[in-house]
């Protein structure tokens, strides 16, 4: 029972893995004894992350245009290059796009469903050998795609994103179907609010933070240790048996009472 949460000397890719949820995944997973790449956009930022990341274990930089499939395919070609196996794929690079209903772009559907959507789906499609290669019954491999409680709900105005998410979450469910007869598990982390760029608009200011907080029933936003202790757990033995789950990290917040609801 003791190296039931042990992931040491497991290899792991996680994408948009230099800052936000990403970086937390990445910082758990180096600070447990994992070999841990990291991908993102902007080269100096991602090379900086990976920097920060060596001090506590291996981390390395792999920058990487996740917006087409020949980004995707020079990232997957970067980590065959170095990996003849691979244990774990934090699918987590995202994006998100405000505008008016009236004055939505064809171009914040293009990019986000590029992105949020067609980016995991090819990146999969690339390392999935990767996996296979590592996978066992006593020790499958995993992928832990990254959605968010708004592929749960409604009235979202960033009218892309909340379909692009629920897109992740069905994904989930089909390829946890599809490969575990190759001892490949695959389940979804759904984050809340958590202090990131993508919610910087909304976290950093103290009277939008404390409005969002008054909605979470445990009255906090998510911290680096909640992110990396899903997926700690996700990626270890502890949850060898569990696939196809899409889990809300979210201290309550889907849960919550509509204001109609009764309580009594």
Known sequence: MEDLFDISGKTAVVTGGSRGIGFMIARGFVEAG?????????AAVCDAAAEELSRKGEC???????????GVKALADAIREQEKGLDILV???????????EEFPESG??????????????LTQELKPLLKM????????????????AGFGTGGVAFSYGPSKAAIHQ???DWAFQFAADRITVNCIAPGPFPSKMMAFLTDNEEYRRKIEENVPLGRIGTPEDAAGLAIFLASRA?????????????????????????D
């Open 171 to 173: 994904m989930t469910r």
């Open 91 to 101: 699918n987590n690079a995202g994006a998100t796009w405000g505008a008016p209903f």
């Open 134 to 149: 590592n996978a066992s019954d006593a020790s499958p491999s995993r992928i832990i795609n990254i959605g968010s409680v």
């Open 239 to 263: 949850s060898a048996w569990m696939t196809g789950n899409v889990i809300p990290l979210d201290g309550g917040g889907l849960i919550r009472p509509s204001s109609s609801a009764s309580l």
């Open 34 to 42: 994992a070999r841990v790449y990291i991908a993102s956009r902007k």
């Open 60 to 70: 390395f930089s792999i920058p990487a245009d996740l917006s087409s499939k020949e």
């Open 109 to 122: 559907w293009d990019k986000i469903l590029a992105i949020n959507v067609k980016a995991p789906f090819y």
